[in-house]
């Protein structure tokens, strides 16, 4: 399998676990039966500041999630509903980005876990139906989350492209080494160490050479040679005249 083939694989399971963190969430909110609940007040207060025309007593991250619920009271009206469905929203953006922010920091494994985990506390299903800013406050620390993870990941993508340049330039000096070496060998072919030790350089005959000479072989099959000259003799010939 190749390597755009599996970046495609992991893309889409990504894409399909972001898909299951928010249908979770709203079947959660519509089909959970449970009771949407003012403990704090907050929604009673945005309701307030929204009648007054002023803000609050509040300050920090706190009097930034009475803003923005006074400012999505102030499009559906005084509908607790309206501030439910906004949480889980937030819920759901919070979730997907630290899944995110984890993959690319340690790991997609490790994103999918640790998502996984915090989707499936009972404390975080039930917050959407708790008018509180613990999910808005989630949502500005996973978009720090993500900034981070960005950061870490072109530090990382950085250090990988030098390391990738560092061993490209090593093996192209190991190459060049290794071009000198045969050069060298080959010049010393054509030099004469003197007695002293130096090393002096042949110049190359400019004149014709002939032909390197090519070492032959003759073979003689002597077992089944015959002499014509041999006469057979017997042991009683007589070769006196």
């Given amino acids: 399998m190749g390597v755009k083939m599996k970046k495609k694989i992991y893309t889409l399971l990504g894409v399909l676990w972001c898909m299951v963190i928010a249908g979770s969430r709203f079947l959660w909110l519509f089909f959970g039966e449970r009771t949407i609940t003012d403990t704090?007040?907050?929604?009673?207060?945005?309701?307030?500041?929204?009648?007054?025309?002023?803000?609050?007593?509040?300050?920090?991250?706190?009097?930034?999630?009475?803003?923005?619920?006074?400012?999505?009271?102030?499009?559906?009206?005084?509908?607790?509903?309206?501030?439910?469905?906004?949480?889980?929203?937030?819920?759901?953006?919070?979730?997907?980005?630290?899944?995110?922010?984890?993959?690319?920091?340690?790991?997609?494994?490790?994103?999918?876990?640790?998502?996984?985990i915090l989707s499936a506390l009972p404390g975080i299903l039930n917050s959407i139906f708790i008018i509180s800013p613990e999910n808005f406050y989630l949502f500005i620390y996973s978009l720090i989350l993500l900034g981070v993870a960005v950061i870490i990941f072109w530090v990382k993508k950085l250090f990988r492209h030098k390391k990738a340049e560092k061993a490209e330039t090593v093996e192209m000096g190991e190459k060049v080494d290794?071009?000198?070496?045969?050069?060298?060998?080959?010049?010393?072919?054509?030099?004469?160490?003197?007695?002293?030790?130096?090393?002096?350089?042949?110049?190359?005959?400019?004149?014709?050479?002939?032909?390197?000479?090519?070492?032959?072989?003759?073979?003689?099959?002597?077992?089944?040679?015959?002499?014509?000259?041999?006469?057979p003799v017997s042991d009683d010939d007589d070769f006196d005249f």
């Fill in 40 to 116: 704090y007040e907050y929604f009673a207060h945005a309701m307030i500041q929204i009648g007054q025309g002023k803000a609050v007593a509040s300050s920090g991250l706190e009097s930034a999630y009475m803003k923005s619920l006074s400012f999505l009271l102030g499009f559906v009206g005084n509908k607790i509903e309206a501030v439910a469905a906004y949480q889980m929203v937030l819920q759901i953006l919070w979730l997907v980005l630290v899944f995110i922010g984890i993959s690319m920091i340690i790991g997609k494994v490790a994103g999918f876990v640790l998502s996984a």
């Fill in 178 to 231: 290794e071009t000198k070496e045969t050069i060298m060998e080959e010049k010393e072919e054509n030099c004469v160490i003197t007695e002293d030790g130096r090393q002096i350089q042949l110049l190359e005959n400019p004149l014709p050479l002939p032909k390197k000479h090519v070492k032959k072989e003759i073979g003689f099959d002597i077992n089944d040679l015959t002499d014509d000259f041999d006469v």
